[in-house]
């Protein structure tokens, strides 16, 4: 078997591992466990999967996606029936989910045309400007999205008959969502447009000498990372019962940025991990050391992760892995086993 055949077949493995730990957790865990912090760290950890596949795949480091999950969590809060204020449009779960999903992309396809002409700092700053717009327009729009007080009392559509906030559910959809998510994401960029996406990031001139065409490829990458971040917007909004400025505020923004650096930007996993990370501290922020005192103790931990591995715990992980390997060929027994290694050992003659 090839080096290539046996990583990916051990890539293959972690991930059907991971996915069968994750189907059992439920039945382990507390409630507590598995809403307030798997079910939470999923739904946000899917914002940050659509900033990682803009920064990793495309070079694009977006502060706007946020941005992108408010809208789709307004679209369902001022669309379904029940919500609190009452609204005049009361569409069924079926239609306003797409319908949210659908205004999310495209609203990542205008962000995209806008910031797609920048780099860098110009990017980052163009889209912080534009996160900042839209929580200040959410907050003084009063008559359709209810101000600084929001819209309440989403609580989704039933599934087969059953509430999607009942534990187990909405555990089970997340975690489905999450995983079919990351799957399109490692499609994505292995499919040509992905692969083409990376080759602008790496060299964008030698790429529109090729004959492609960089802004468009660089605003459909933002149309992608919208869907995702509209799908995820659609799951916080259901799990919070609802919207209001602060889940499109400036604080949530950097949070999805911390998430996705914790974790690691060079592989869509770190925005999960990162996100689990992220929760942990935030819910036990009181007992760990001051819940006053989060933002120094998230700082603290992102400083110390940053340091120790710049790309974040995956590439802390890629290391040791690679480590482990390498002491593997090194150990004794390993030249006699490998027939490379053992061509290469000098005869005593």
Avoid: C
Wanted: proline share 4%.
């Amino acid at each position: 078997m090839s080096t290539g055949n046996a990583l990916r077949s051990s890539s293959a493995l972690v991930t059907v591992s991971v996915l069968a730990v994750l189907v059992a957790l439920p039945f382990v865990l507390t409630e507590f466990w598995t809403t307030n912090i798997l079910v939470r760290a999923m739904v946000y950890g899917i914002v940050a999967l659509s900033l990682t596949f803009l920064a990793y795949y495309g070079g694009l480091l977006s502060l706007a996606q946020m941005v992108v999950a408010g809208v789709a969590g307004y679209t369902i809060a001022v669309s379904v029936p029940g919500a609190i204020p009452e609204n005049s449009l009361q569409i069924p779960y079926s239609l306003a989910i797409p319908l949210a999903v659908v205004l999310a992309t495209v609203s990542g396809l205008l962000i995209g045309a806008i910031a797609v002409r920048t780099r860098e700092i110009y990017l980052l700053m163009i889209t912080l400007a534009i996160a900042v717009s839209f929580y200040f327009f959410v907050q003084a729009n009063v008559e359709y999205l209810n101000g600084y007080e929001g819209i309440r009392n989403v609580l989704g559509p039933d599934i087969f008959g059953v509430p999607l906030r009942t534990p187990y559910v909405f555990y089970f959809v997340a975690l489905a969502t999450s995983f079919a998510l990351y799957a399109l994401v490692l499609y994505v960029s292995g499919s040509q447009f992905g692969l083409v996406l990376q080759g602008i990031r790496d060299n964008p001139r030698r790429l529109s000498a090729l004959g492609y065409n960089v802004a468009h490829h660089r605003i459909a990458a933002f149309g992608v990372a919208g869907f995702i971040a509209g799908i995820g917007g659609v799951l916080i909004t259901i799990y919070n019962i609802g919207i209001s400025p602060g889940t499109v505020s400036t604080h949530s923004t950097i949070s999805i940025l911390i998430m996705s650096v914790i974790g690691g930007l060079g592989h869509p996993i770190g925005a999960f991990i990162g996100a689990v990370i992220f929760t942990i501290i935030d819910t036990f922020a009181a007992d760990l050391y001051d819940r006053d005192r989060f933002n120094t103790l998230i700082g603290v931990v992102f400083l110390a992760i940053v340091v120790a591995s710049p790309d974040g715990v995956t590439g802390l992980a890629k290391r040791a892995g690679d480590l482990l390997r390498g002491l593997r060929l090194i150990a004794p027994g390993a030249v006699a086993a490998d027939p490379t290694l053992q061509a290469n050992v000098p005869s005593k003659d």
